[in-house]
């Protein structure tokens, strides 16, 4: 089973920016790359993907031009840009295989001041 260690969270303030890391032990780690989060008392929810095999990218529309998704093939390393953080960007980061968070790692916590 792939192993997918996250990094790069932190307490920022409002508008700041952060880069997240996904470490995997193989690359690509999926057919579709995610990066999902999950704030206290919430659901998960997906911020990003990358389709491996053809490239495709896409962000929820409530996201989309602030997160910015990317990979490094030669350091098996999936990232995650966030820009202009807001509060309600706070929740823990997770790489996954799928939309729901399967196969995610142990997360980075993102905390975001006002």
């Known amino acids: 089973q792939v192993q997918l260690v996250e990094s790069g969270g932190g307490l920022v303030h409002t508008g700041g920016s952060l880069r997240l890391a996904c470490a995997a032990s193989?690359?690509?780690?999926?057919?579709?790359m995610y990066w999902v989060r999950q704030a206290p008392g919430k659901e998960i929810e997906w911020v990003s993907y990358i389709n491996s095999a053809n490239g495709g990218i896409d962000y929820p529309d409530s996201l989309r031009g602030r997160f910015t998704t990317s990979r490094d093939d030669a350091e098996k390393t999936l990232y995650l840009q966030i820009d202009s953080l807001k509060p309600e960007d706070t929740a823990r980061y997770y790489c996954?295989?799928?939309?729901?968070?399967?196969?995610r790692g142990q997360g980075t916590q993102v905390t975001v001041s006002s």
């Open positions: 193989e690359f690509p780690f999926a057919t579709w």
């Open positions: 996954a295989t799928s939309s729901d968070g399967a196969g």
